[in-house]
T-cell receptor, first 116, second 111 residues
């Protein structure tokens, strides 16, 4: 069975600074996807970024980028130029590639506070 | 032009009642899901469903049942509600094997 671990329950960062959220996972699969989802106080789950395991290049979406280390089973999220609107819970998630069961397996989340 | 919608957003009910939460997606996706988020914010899959198969997480009590009238809808029906069912329930959809898009969630409170 796959597991996802986020070791930082809470983090804070000053506005405009950079912060990195950690995520490790355990799987015997070779093909899979990894995601970061954001859940602001509004409760909505928002996809931030995705990474295919077969791609060596790290995914980037504007101020958000990942450091994907497949051998180490590590998938950290870097937020540059943090903004107040980045305040949210961040969830790392794993999904097996292919098949009909595309269930997401989530970590327990990291609560990020961006301070003015 | 909401992608994944759920109704109601809030639901307060008494123990023992039966309730349903509706979910609709207009993304043309072929797979839909229900997740439960507990009071500690932990998200766990309950069901995944496409037009071929229903996959149930074995830890889900059989008081919970998904019902899909068509590909765009996957409703969640709960019988004999218990205090421990209080949580936020999220519907999601995807093309099979791709990233999932979530609805706004339904906060269920059982008193």
């Amino acid at each position: 069975a796959q597991t996802v671990t986020q070791s930082q329950p809470e983090m804070s960062v000053q506005e405009a600074e950079t912060v990195t959220l950690s995520c490790t996972y355990d799987t015997s699969e070779n093909n899979y996807y990894l995601f970061w989802y954001k859940q602001p106080p509004s409760r909505q789950m928002i996809l931030v970024i995705r990474q295919e395991a077969y791609k060596q290049q790290n995914a980037t979406e504007n101020r958000f980028s990942v450091n994907f280390q497949k051998a180490a089973k590590s998938f950290s999220l870097k937020i540059s130029d943090s903004q107040l609107g980045d305040t949210a819970m961040y969830f790392c998630a794993f999904m097996k590639y292919g098949g009909s069961q595309g269930n997401l397996i989530f970590g327990k989340g990291t609560k990020l506070s961006v301070k003015p | 032009d909401t992608a994944v919608s759920q109704t109601p957003k809030y639901l307060v009910t008494q123990m023992g009642n039966d309730k349903s939460i509706k979910c609709e997606q207009n993304l043309g996706h072929d797979t839909m899901y229900w997740y439960k988020q507990d009071s500690k914010k932990f998200l766990k899959i309950m069901f995944s469903y496409n037009n071929k198969e229903l996959i149930i997480n074995e830890t889900v009590p059989n008081r919970f049942s998904p019902k899909s009238p068509d590909k765009a809808h996957l409703n969640l029906h709960i019988n004999s509600l218990e205090l421990g069912d209080s949580a936020v329930y999220f519907c999601a959809s995807s093309r099979q094997g791709y990233e999932q898009y979530f609805g706004p969630g339904t906060r269920l409170t059982v008193t």
